[in-house]
């Protein structure tokens, strides 16, 4: 097929180099063309001899439109057509001529044709190389267009960077303000809400002490006449109570609002205000099985059970890596590139199939061929378009995405973790009187809580905010451990007098364990032998637990001194009054449970009555009593012996002694001005950690309040306690 294809090209070329080199008149008399045997025609240039059938213009006209088989047959009809009519051969000559000189006419036209098509395909390669240099241009400026933009991308991240870095210090700087300006307005807050709260207690306790000493007058004038006569009257029997009866004394103390609420529906204790002697001897006289519940603290303490590490991350940094979408907007880019390449080769080879497609004697075979050429020509500029669309989109978002991105750099750290296992208890004085007996013993009711209080917490850590709250706080423990107790049923709390046993006492210590001093009333016979009774009213009374040793004698100026123990640690204090302590502020400060020790192992609770941070003192109120130290007045003399008590270190109930250096202003802790507006007893007593809120004593009257000692790194032997006068002008 290929071979046939050839062989008609060849012919095909030299019929249109001889119909276009000769005239008309020539052409049809001299041209003759050899028929093969496989129907293929070619011209006879040189010797016609050698070929077996030679045919004319006319017949080659005739025949070149037939199929190559079936042009033999088709010269055989022609020819014997030809000798049945010969009267025809002048018509059919002139015929011949005729349509040679149509075919040349044709020829002359297509010529035109194929130059105007030159023509044509001329200015089409003109535009093709004017868009490719539009093209070119354009990418050229997109390229540079492009670069400015990574440049204005690069300062602009550049720009944020820092931006981020400065908002992140601002941040910081603007959090620790915060922070601190929050501080401020607690401890203010917290400030404002005690000294209401101490100015309410003081007004309750100055009006329930007025009531009381009313009460007492009324109580002495109405008795004074009656006493005599009742303590002489016989109780007789139908006025004493074989029942049993429980009663609640109502008695004012620290935190006595967090003890719990006895839930009692069939109202079976009775409940006592203002609870003095006279009646716990009346309540003796007319009951026999008497229960007697006397609220004494509320203690709430914590300990660490456990502690353990944990893991988290913080930022550190930030790191910069390469864009992933900057490769598919690359990869996309290149694909366009490729399609316009493509869609230029295909308009390429459209032309080239309209250039090589032409054939003046094709027909439509060749106009079908030119018009394929030609529609393959459209639909590559469109794709072309259209990849052109493609590129500059793709070029001008490469332009728009940033080179890198930014990403955290976390690094590991620890913080601590906490098991605290916190209890909180308020704890009563029981005395039974039963069958004429004494018996007492303590109870409690508690309640415990187990916490887990983090520390360590990096505020950068990318998960803080879940951690804080999956974690207790301080606060936490504090307000727990600072709120009321849950109420109990009064079968309960039956319950609980039952658990263990009693210890039997006497009279007078029945009456010692109430804190009322006891005198045996001389009554007659009839007093006698119906009065409550005591056995062993000669039993001696229990000493006190002291600390003499056969080592050592105590001073007995520690009757006055307690521990001060808080959260944070332990510091000194000195009973002013027979309830109320002195210390330093900074010993309590942030505090929500404070307890004090004496010297006999007695604990405590105590809240804070006022504070004064110029002079670093507080004045707190507890439930336990104390021996009160008695201030010195008058002037001090340099180089008096003084004596420094408290607890340096821990070592509990220390002395230390040394002499008066100075009097002299100094600034206190607290002092945000650097002014010295604290009046100090500059003293080369030791005076250490432990020390503070400890009593300083010239001889047995307390001249200051300890306060501070300098580090040795800085000086020897300076320390301060703040002067006496300072002191009193708080107290006032």
């Not at 004017?130 to 540079?144: D, S």
């Not at 601590?416 to 004429?436: D, G, H, L, P, R």
């Not at 123990?565 to 510091?571: A, K, P, Q, V, Y």
Request: proline share 2%; aromatic share 8%; net charge positive.
């Amino acid at each position: 097929m290929k071979k046939a294809l050839l062989k008609f090209g060849v012919v095909s070329l030299f019929l249109s180099l001889s119909l276009l080199g000769l005239n008309q008149k020539s052409y049809a008399s001299e041209n003759k063309f050899c028929l093969e045997n496989d129907g293929f025609i070619m011209p006879i240039i040189e010797n016609e001899n050698e070929c077996k059938n030679v045919i004319d213009t006319n017949e080659f006209k005739q025949l070149i439109s037939l199929n190559q088989d079936q042009r033999s047959e088709k010269l055989k009809e022609i020819r014997k057509l030809a000798k049945s009519q010969p009267s025809k051969d002048q018509s059919i000559k002139s015929i011949s001529e005729e349509q040679t000189k149509q075919l040349f006419d044709q020829v002359t036209k297509k010529r035109k044709m194929e130059q105007a098509r030159l023509e044509k395909l001329a200015k089409f390669e003109k535009r093709k190389i004017e868009r490719q240099k539009k093209f070119l241009e354009n990418k050229r400026k997109l390229e540079a267009k492009r670069f400015e933009q990574k440049k204005k991308n690069e300062e602009k991240r550049l720009k944020r960077l820092q931006d981020l870095e400065l908002k992140k210090q601002q941040k910081i700087a603007k959090k620790a303000e915060q922070k601190r300006l929050n501080d401020i307005k607690k401890q203010e807050r917290l400030a404002k809400i005690t000294e209401q709260k101490r100015i309410r207690e003081i007004e309750k306790q100055e009006r329930l002490a007025k009531l009381n000493e009313q009460k007492i007058i009324r109580d002495k004038q109405r008795n004074i006449n009656t006493n005599e006569v009742e303590s002489s009257k016989p109780v007789t029997p139908d006025k004493i109570n074989n029942e049993r009866k429980v009663v609640y004394v109502n008695n004012s103390i620290v935190k006595g609002d967090l003890f719990p609420n006895v839930i009692d529906k069939d109202n079976n204790i009775v409940y006592l205000q203002d609870f003095n002697k006279d009646k716990f001897s009346e309540l003796l006289r007319f009951n026999t099985n008497l229960i007697l519940i006397y609220p004494e603290d509320f203690e709430s303490f914590s300990n660490v059970t456990s502690e353990n590490k944990m893991l988290s991350k913080v930022v550190t940094g930030i790191n910069q890596i390469p864009n992933p979408k900057i490769n598919s907007l690359e990869a996309r880019l290149r694909r366009a590139q490729q399609e316009m390449i493509i869609a230029e080769r295909n308009i390429q080879a459209g032309l080239q199939q309209n250039l090589s497609s032409y054939d003046p004697y094709g027909g439509w075979a060749s106009i079908l061929n030119q018009m394929g050429g030609l529609a393959t020509q459209l639909a590559a500029e469109d794709k072309l378009n259209q990849a052109t669309v493609n590129y500059q989109r793709a070029t001008e978002e490469l332009a728009n995405t940033p080179m890198y991105l930014e990403r955290e750099i976390l690094s590991s750290y620890n913080y601590n973790i906490s098991n605290v296992s916190a209890e909180k208890k308020s704890s009563y004085k029981i005395i039974k009187y039963e069958n004429k007996n004494f018996l007492t013993k303590n109870i409690s009711i508690k309640e415990n809580k187990n916490f887990k209080l983090a520390s360590g917490i990096n505020p950068q850590d990318k998960n803080y905010k879940s951690l804080t709250k999956k974690y207790n706080t301080q606060n936490d423990l504090a307000i727990w451990s600072d709120s009321k107790l849950n109420d109990v049923s009064y079968d309960k709390f039956l319950a609980k007098l039952n658990e263990s046993e009693y210890n039997q006492i006497n009279r007078r210590e029945a009456y010692s364990h109430l804190n009322f001093d006891y005198k045996k009333r001389k009554g007659s016979f009839w007093n006698n032998l119906f009065s409550s009774g005591d056995k062993k009213e000669n039993k001696k009374i229990a000493s006190l637990k002291t600390n003499k040793t056969n080592y050592s004698i105590s001073d007995e100026r520690f009757q006055s001194v307690v521990i001060v123990r808080t959260e944070s640690g332990l510091g000194s204090g000195f009973y002013i009054s027979s309830d109320e302590i002195i210390t330093n502020y900074h010993v309590i400060e942030k505090s929500r449970n404070i307890n004090v020790i004496d010297q006999n192992n007695n604990r405590s609770s105590a809240i804070v009555l006022k504070k004064d941070l110029k002079r670093d003192l507080a004045l707190l109120k507890t439930n336990s009593n104390g021996k009160p130290v008695q201030f010195f007045s008058g002037a001090i003399k340099q180089g008096s012996k003084v004596d420094a008590l408290g607890h340096p270190k821990g070592r509990k109930f220390s002395i230390s002694q040394g002499i008066v250096s100075a009097i002299r202003k100094e600034g206190s802790v607290y002092n945000a001005t650097g002014s010295d507006n604290v009046l100090f007893i500059q003293t080369d007593a030791a005076i250490n950690k432990g020390n503070s809120g400890g009593p300083l004593f010239l001889g047995n009257k307390v001249v200051g309040v300890n306060t501070q000692g300098l580090s040795k790194q800085k000086s020897e032997g300076m320390n301060f306690a703040v002067h006496y006068s300072e002191v009193l002008d708080f107290l006032k």
